[in-house]
C-alpha cells in the first residue's frame, strides 16, 4: 500500500470533517467542536504550506547565490587572464623594446620594483589618481570606470 503524505491526510480529514459538519444540528455544543476542530486543521494545512514554501524559497535563493557566486568567479578568472595577459605583454615590451641586450639582468629588478608597488597600494600607501594622472599626462593614456562592469 502507498503511504500518503501529510498534504493527503489533511485533505482527506478536512473533507470528511466538512462532510460531518453538514451531519450536525447548528448551535449544538458537537458541531461547535467540530468547527473548532476543524479550525484547527486548517490551521495545521496553512502551517504546513508555509514550511514547504519557505523550503522552496531558501533552495530557490541557495541556487541564485550559487548561479550568482559561479558567475563571479567566471568573472574573477576571466579578469585574472587578461591581467596576466596584460603583465606578458608590458615585460615583452620592455624586452624588446627598451632592453634587448640586458633584459636578463634588468626584468628581475623591474619585477621587484613592480611588486614593491603592489604592496603599497595594498597598504594605501599609493595614490592610484596620481597613478592615472600620471599614465594620462606621460602616456597619453585615460582609464575610466565603467559601471556595471
Given at each position: 500500500?502507498?503511504?500518503?503524505?501529510?498534504?493527503?491526510?489533511?485533505?482527506?480529514?478536512?473533507?470528511?470533517?466538512?462532510?460531518?459538519?453538514?451531519?450536525?444540528?447548528?448551535?449544538?455544543?458537537?458541531?461547535?467542536?467540530?468547527?473548532?476542530?476543524?479550525?484547527?486543521?486548517?490551521?495545521?494545512?496553512?502551517?504546513?504550506?508555509?514550511?514547504?514554501w519557505d523550503a522552496d524559497e531558501?533552495?530557490?535563493?541557495?541556487?541564485?547565490?550559487?548561479?550568482?557566486?559561479?558567475?563571479?568567479?567566471d568573472f574573477k578568472e576571466r579578469?585574472?587572464?587578461?591581467?596576466?595577459?596584460?603583465?606578458?605583454?608590458?615585460?615583452?615590451?620592455?624586452?624588446?623594446?627598451?632592453?634587448?641586450?640586458?633584459?636578463?639582468?634588468?626584468?628581475?629588478?623591474?619585477?621587484?620594483?613592480?611588486?614593491?608597488?603592489?604592496?603599497?597600494?595594498?597598504?594605501?600607501?599609493?595614490?592610484?589618481?596620481?597613478?592615472?594622472?600620471?599614465?594620462?599626462?606621460?602616456?597619453?593614456?585615460?582609464?575610466?570606470?565603467?559601471?556595471?562592469?
Amino acid at each position: 500500500m502507498e503511504e500518503k503524505n501529510i498534504d493527503e491526510l489533511l485533505s482527506e480529514e478536512i473533507a470528511a470533517q466538512i462532510k460531518a459538519l453538514s451531519d450536525l444540528q447548528s448551535g449544538t455544543k458537537e458541531k461547535s467542536t467540530a468547527i473548532d476542530d476543524l479550525t484547527k486543521l486548517y490551521k495545521l494545512r496553512i502551517e504546513e504550506n508555509k514550511s514547504v514554501w519557505d523550503a522552496d524559497e531558501k533552495y530557490n535563493r541557495r541556487m541564485m547565490d550559487g548561479e550568482s557566486v559561479t558567475k563571479d568567479n567566471d568573472f574573477k578568472e576571466r579578469q585574472i587572464a587578461e591581467q596576466v595577459k596584460d603583465r606578458y605583454f608590458r615585460v615583452e615590451v620592455l624586452m624588446d623594446h627598451y632592453w634587448p641586450k640586458s633584459y636578463a639582468k634588468r626584468i628581475p629588478e623591474f619585477t621587484e620594483h613592480v611588486l614593491e608597488y603592489y604592496e603599497k597600494w595594498q597598504n594605501d600607501e599609493l595614490d592610484m589618481d596620481k597613478l592615472k594622472e600620471d599614465l594620462w599626462v606621460y602616456g597619453g593614456v585615460r582609464l575610466e570606470e565603467v559601471e556595471g562592469k
